[in-house]
């Protein structure tokens, strides 16, 4: 097992090296920079050249790519992204601030998506072929076909502006720090409401036929025959010996998915005023704010693989076959 894991360690390595470099030169070829961004008031501002000159001095923009790549990566090293060029700030104090409304909206919707997706694909399973079970099947097409923020937006005209049952902007409301603990709970759960289903409803779309063709592929094993041959409850056979063996390879969606829903974060936290990452990153590149974005990207891949990781050892704790591929 050791050996396993030494070696999934080691194969990380190049990946978050590529990504590093990859994202370095991708910023750096981008057009304009941080003295001409509109976002930072300088865009028409008619500076001379002289001036320009000295911001592309002031931001340590005159040195060669592989120079500045070099010293970025000294500082990475020890955890220091530097500051950043829009407000002079930390950036790793920026990214703490930004990082835990990401992770509650990622892991707690993909939390949420999980345990739905298991009961409703076990309810279609033992129903393959009805019409509820074809009825749900379609309209999880059709959810999946369908843009989150196009969900976003009629989530928003219809609960938020229509009804006004929920908020739609922001993490918490104004008066969040004279709320009782009652008080804030259910204010910061009124806020995730809205822009949640825009991620739970797609991943329900994806997860729901995944498991229940795993269900049913794992329904027609000889032990499963077995099994209700001895007499065994449905409910017992489901939960004892299906679910089980069904679910292993949900494991290897799992570091699939997460990637995919920070990644897609972006456009919903800026369209319902999220304070996270996705929304920190979009700001970042209006300002061709380098140090953010690299450190955002760090902070991501970092995030990304040590799921991916989790992942692997998972799988091969549940399936000791895989120690051995």
Same mark, same amino acid.
């Given at each position: 097992?050791?050996?396993?894991?030494?070696?999934?360690?080691?194969?990380?390595?190049?990946?978050?090296?590529?990504?590093?470099?990859?994202?370095?030169?991708?910023?750096?070829?981008?057009?304009?920079?941080?003295?001409?961004?509109?976002?930072?008031?300088?865009?028409?501002?008619?500076?001379?050249?002289?001036?320009?000159?000295?911001?592309?001095?002031?931001?340590?923009?005159?040195?060669?790519?592989?120079?500045?790549?070099?010293?970025?990566?000294?500082?990475?090293?020890?955890?220091?992204?530097?500051?950043?060029?829009?407000?002079?700030?930390?950036?790793?104090?920026?990214?703490?601030? $930004?990082?835990?409304?990401? +992770?509650? =909206? /990622?892991?707690?919707?993909? #939390?949420? &998506?999980?345990?739905?997706? *298991? %009961?409703?694909?076990?309810?279609?399973?033992?129903?393959?072929? $009805?019409?509820?079970?074809? +009825?749900? =099947? /379609?309209?999880?097409?059709? #959810?999946? &076909?369908?843009?989150?923020? *196009? %969900?976003?937006?009629?989530?928003?005209?219809?609960?938020?502006?229509?009804?006004?049952?929920?908020?739609?902007?922001?993490?918490?409301?104004?008066?969040?720090?004279?709320?009782?603990?009652?008080?804030?709970?259910?204010?910061?759960?009124?806020?995730?409401?809205?822009?949640?289903?825009?991620?739970?409803?797609?991943?329900?779309?994806?997860?729901?036929?995944?498991?229940?063709?795993?269900?049913?592929?794992?329904?027609?094993?000889?032990?499963?025959?077995?099994?209700?041959?001895?007499?065994?409850?449905?409910?017992?056979?489901?939960?004892?010996?299906?679910?089980?063996?069904?679910?292993?390879?949900?494991?290897?969606?799992?570091?699939?998915?997460?990637?995919?829903?920070?990644?897609?974060?972006?456009?919903?936290?800026?369209?319902?005023?999220?304070?996270?990452?996705?929304?920190?990153?979009?700001?970042?590149?209006?300002?061709?704010?380098?140090?953010?974005?690299?450190?955002?990207?760090?902070?991501?891949?970092?995030?990304?693989?040590?799921?991916?990781?989790?992942?692997?050892?998972?799988?091969?704790?549940?399936?000791?076959?895989?120690?051995?591929?």
């Amino acid at each position: 097992m050791w050996r396993y894991f030494l070696k999934r360690v080691l194969l990380t390595v190049p990946t978050f090296v590529g990504v590093i470099l990859l994202t370095f030169v991708v910023i750096h070829l981008a057009p304009g920079s941080p003295a001409t961004a509109d976002d930072a008031g300088l865009g028409d501002s008619g500076m001379s050249a002289v001036e320009h000159q000295r911001l592309r001095a002031h931001y340590q923009m005159d040195a060669p790519l592989h120079v500045q790549l070099a010293r970025w990566t000294a500082r990475a090293v020890r955890l220091d992204f530097g500051r950043s060029f829009a407000n002079g700030r930390p950036v790793s104090q920026i990214i703490a601030e $930004r990082i835990k409304p990401t +992770l509650l =909206l /990622t892991f707690g919707t993909i #939390l949420i &998506a999980l345990v739905l997706a *298991i %009961v409703i694909a076990s309810f279609l399973a033992t129903r393959c072929g $009805r019409p509820i079970d074809k +009825l749900i =099947l /379609t309209g999880c097409v059709g #959810l999946y &076909a369908v843009p989150p923020y *196009i %969900v976003g937006l009629l989530l928003i005209w219809i609960f938020g502006v229509w009804l006004n049952w929920f908020p739609f902007a922001g993490l918490t409301s104004d008066e969040f720090s004279s709320m009782t603990t009652w008080r804030k709970i259910a204010d910061l759960a009124g806020h995730s409401v809205l822009i949640g289903l825009c991620f739970v409803g797609p991943l329900l779309a994806y997860l729901i036929p995944f498991i229940r063709a795993s269900l049913l592929s794992v329904l027609k094993e000889d032990y499963v025959r077995a099994a209700h041959a001895k007499g065994l409850s449905t409910r017992r056979v489901m939960f004892g010996h299906v679910l089980p063996n069904a679910l292993l390879p949900l494991l290897t969606v799992l570091g699939l998915i997460v990637p995919a829903v920070m990644g897609g974060s972006v456009v919903l936290e800026v369209m319902f005023s999220w304070p996270g990452m996705g929304r920190l990153l979009y700001e970042s590149i209006g300002r061709r704010d380098y140090p953010v974005i690299m450190g955002m990207t760090i902070v991501s891949a970092v995030i990304v693989l040590l799921v991916t990781l989790v992942v692997d050892l998972l799988y091969a704790w549940a399936d000791p076959r895989v120690r051995y591929v």
